[in-house]
T-cell receptor, first 110, second 113 residues
Framework: ETGVTQTPRHLVMGMTNKKSLKCEQH?????MYWYKQSAKKPLELMFV???????ENNSVPSRFSPECPNSSHLFLHLHTLQPEDSALYLC?????????FGSGTQLSVL | GESVGLHLPTLSVQEGDNSIINCAYS??????FIWYKQESGKGPQFIIDIRSNMDKRQGQRVTVLLNKTVKHLSLQIAATQPGDSAVYFCADSYPNTGNQFYFGTGTSLTVIP
C-alpha cells in the first residue's frame, strides 16, 4: 500500500448526477494532487494543494470542483460531467518531490 | 509546451532478459526525472529518480541513465521477471513549477515466461 487511499474504486454516473471522489493520505505529506488518466494520453495534472491551499488549477472545467479541508483529505466534487470525462482519476501526495499515488477511481459518465 | 514521450508504446521481453525502456524530454531546463511503474488496477508507483547533475543511478535491478545532450532518459531492468509486467512512465520537472511533473504516455512491458 502506498499510504494514499481513494474511494470509490469505481463510479458510474449520469451526466446530471452529482458525486464526489475522496482521497486520504496517511503519510503526513503537505501537498496533494488530482490527476486525470485517459487511455493513450499522459497523466494530466488537474489540481495541486499545498498546506490546504490550492496552488494550481490546470485550466480544469468548473464541473470539477476540488476541496481540501485539511492536509490529509482531498475531495473532487463532480457535477454535470460529460462522457469525455470518463477516465481514471488519481490522487497523489508528496512531501518532497516524489509523488505517492492512490489506486484511483475509475469513472464512467453515461 | 513541455512534452515527454516514450519511444515505444509496447515492449515484450523474455523472462530473465534485460529490458530497456526509453524516454525523450523536450525541456532543457528539466532538472529532475522519475520513473514510475503502474500495474493493472493500481496507481503509478515510484521506481527510481535522478537529478540532472547525474548521468546514472542504480537501484535494485533497475538503472536509470540520463543523457542531457540529447535529452534522453532510459530505464534498464535487469533479469526481467513476470512481476515486472506493467506500464512504465517517465516524468520530469523543472525549477519554479511548484512540484509540477510532466508525464510521458507510458510503455507497456510484457514479460514472456
Amino acid at each position: 500500500e502506498t499510504g494514499v487511499t481513494q474511494t470509490p474504486r469505481h463510479l458510474v454516473m449520469g451526466m446530471t448526477n452529482k458525486k464526489s471522489l475522496k482521497c486520504e493520505q496517511h503519510l503526513g505529506h503537505n501537498a496533494m494532487y488530482w490527476y486525470k488518466q485517459s487511455a493513450k494520453k499522459p497523466l494530466e495534472l488537474m489540481f495541486v494543494y499545498n498546506f490546504k491551499e490550492q496552488t494550481e488549477n490546470n485550466s480544469v472545467p468548473s464541473r470539477f470542483s476540488p476541496e481540501c479541508p485539511n492536509s490529509s483529505h482531498l475531495f473532487l466534487h463532480l457535477h454535470t460531467l460529460q462522457p469525455e470525462d470518463s477516465a481514471l482519476y488519481l490522487c497523489a501526495s508528496s512531501q518532497d518531490e516524489k509523488l505517492f499515488f492512490g489506486s484511483g477511481t475509475q469513472l464512467s459518465v453515461l | 509546451g513541455e512534452s515527454v514521450g516514450l519511444h515505444l508504446p509496447t515492449l515484450s521481453v523474455q523472462e530473465g532478459d534485460n529490458s530497456i525502456i526509453n524516454c525523450a524530454y523536450s525541456n532543457s531546463a528539466s532538472d529532475y526525472f522519475i520513473w514510475y511503474k503502474q500495474e493493472s488496477g493500481k496507481g503509478p508507483q515510484f521506481i527510481i529518480d535522478i537529478r540532472s547533475n547525474m548521468d546514472k543511478r542504480q537501484g535494485q535491478r533497475v538503472t536509470v541513465l540520463l543523457n542531457k545532450t540529447v535529452k534522453h532518459l532510459s530505464l534498464q531492468i535487469a533479469a526481467t521477471q513476470p512481476g515486472d509486467s506493467a506500464v512504465y512512465f517517465c516524468a520530469d520537472s523543472y525549477p519554479n513549477t511548484g512540484n509540477q511533473f510532466y508525464f510521458g504516455t507510458g510503455t507497456s512491458l510484457t514479460v514472456i515466461p
